[in-house]
């Protein structure tokens, strides 16, 4: 039996859209520490690794890892539901091929969704070490990637000399971002070598949904290496990103 | 001759976007006590009827019965540019075919709507009990109808014991919303017998328009038996809407 | 060299929005005395004259005329960028076929837009006397060109005895909008004899884009001829557009 209780259904419903941008279906699993999912986008470009330890809910009971797998998009529209001031249930029988959604509010509403049978992937995160480490407000580093997205299909990140740069080229002209610690908006940075990486905008776009549940995100990246992207939730948890390069053509 | 005065007149226009989801033509009948309509919808599924009284104008002035026929999706459209703080005036000489609709705010503006010969259709309301009459918040019961939108084209309501459910299943999963007297939620409850019944939830979206012009909906049903769904009006008078039930398939 | 700063990049934004409603290329004119624009929408029935003198901008440098040739879709999406709180900086190097595009905030955002080679179009401004001149709400004014909207593409202006007829007929009905002086709505009127004219409703529309940087509007117009509409910015400089004249069909 696995019953877990969210003080706020809309950061569940912020959970959802961040995966579901990316993920079509998935297996959350559930144990009594908490509740994991790691998945990949079907082009296995990017990942997602969600962490929601038991303490980030208000009730919180899972005798035995259970997975919990889902068509993300019908998760996704039972969570456009969720209303203010409304507590999330999430509940399934041990012999039940279907989770209860429950909103507890003015009054009670229980979707119920049916279960997929996904098999077991077993997924690593990529275990690889990053040059630099930079904390950014999230509003901040959507509105480079928004910027960049006016011009072309993929970002140039640069770190060096404590600055981040968010630069992008195309027929339609040239952006370029420059978030310093001068300006306050490079909260923290941590820097072995500098490092440059080139990136898409549609994953990076999709990934940045995230920023509706955290206020500070944290990019990890080296030169032509995988970027990853940080969220940490204010209930506790985190969501994490891994995004693949893309090789520059200069 | 014919003319109304309407303090607001953006509760004409709530009034003419609830008609219009259901009917595309129709004929308003003005006579010395008020104006009404009575139509069906096209696939003759959904009647609504409307009656303002003379009292729920600020000036009211007809000597004799008068049909008013309009294409609603016209009149919407003219009530689209009804603005805040302007007064409606809905006028009608004997002899023309045009009613005039002015809004009078900083502005004089007038709109002429042609108007059509729809010869008479003499439609009565259906004269069926009710086994159980249910009032409830119009948001609340709103709410409800969309919850069950997420998995099905229709709804099944049951109201036994004091407790109204709404309930939906389909291949996406099921939806259980109970609104009961202990959350509030069910502001009275009236019934003969427990009853259910299934309806359409496209039709019940479109009749739920109307929540806008009342804070409170009244829901009266039988089982198998068509739905009623009032909602009175502050300024005085009401829109009733019929709708047929669906034969439960099990 | 060539650069110029804005206070409010909102201000420049408004500026492009409404001349891209218009035109698709077009060269502004940079000199010592300030920015110009003068073009023709692609069918040459409208034409839209910008004049931003130098003491409307914050900091204003340009030793020697210069054409800015830009494709003002591509502006219009960098523009769209802009945040509040936020200067704007234009900027470019004599030999450079680039605009730099800086926004100043919490971040500092440089787009670089390619410029283009147009040749160079003398266009003069009509030099017709106006019969009639008249200063209202642009808000008022737009209201009542949406409400012509309603009932045909082409609306009638006419101007006699102190107030403004907004007039416009069709198949859906007729509208008839009055701005007099007595509600307070026609700021002045001047004229020197009484004056109607049939005007495009597309290009009003368009044209009244610019309502967004002027609470005034002055219109200008003699019967059966092209109508002058002026829009004065809050910072100095003004948009006018001229509108020729539709022939009556009765």
Redesign the interface.
């Known amino acids: 039996m696995f019953k877990a209780v969210l003080a706020d259904s809309r950061v569940w419903k912020s959970i959802i859209d961040s995966v579901s941008t990316l993920v079509e279906e998935g297996a959350f699993i559930a144990d009594p520490s908490g509740i994991k999912l790691r998945a990949m986008d079907p082009s296995r470009v990017a990942m997602v690794d969600l962490e929601l330890p038991k303490a980030a809910f208000e009730g919180y009971d899972c005798s035995a890892e259970m997975p919990i797998g889902v068509n993300f998009e019908?998760m996704k529209?039972?969570m456009?539901?969720a209303?203010s001031n409304e507590k999330l249930e999430l509940e399934k029988a041990d012999e039940e091929a279907?989770l209860k959604i429950r909103f507890r509010g003015?009054?009670?509403?229980?979707?119920?969704?049916?279960l997929l049978d996904l098999g077991k992937e077993e997924l690593s995160a990529p275990r690889i070490p990053f040059n630099v480490s930079i904390k950014t407000p999230a509003a901040?580093l959507l509105?480079?990637i928004?910027?960049a997205e006016?011009?072309s299909d993929f970002v140039k990140m640069t770190a060096d000399q404590g600055v981040l740069k968010v630069r992008a080229?195309g027929?339609?002209?040239?952006?370029?971002?420059?978030?310093?610690k001068e300006?306050?908006?490079l909260l923290s940075i941590e820097m072995k070598e500098p490092a440059h990486a080139l990136y898409s905008l549609s994953y990076l776009t999709k990934m940045m949904v995230a920023s509706a549940l955290s206020e500070i995100a944290t990019l990890m990246f080296s030169t032509d290496m995988p970027l990853r992207l940080d969220f940490n939730l204010s209930t506790g948890g985190k969501i994490v990103y891994y995004l693949a390069p893309r090789m520059e053509s200069d």
């Open positions: 019908d529209n039972i456009k539901r209303g279907r003015k009054t009670t509403r229980t979707f119920s969704l049916p901040t509105e480079a928004r910027d006016v011009v080229s027929d339609r002209g040239e952006v370029d971002v420059e978030i310093t300006s306050g908006e």
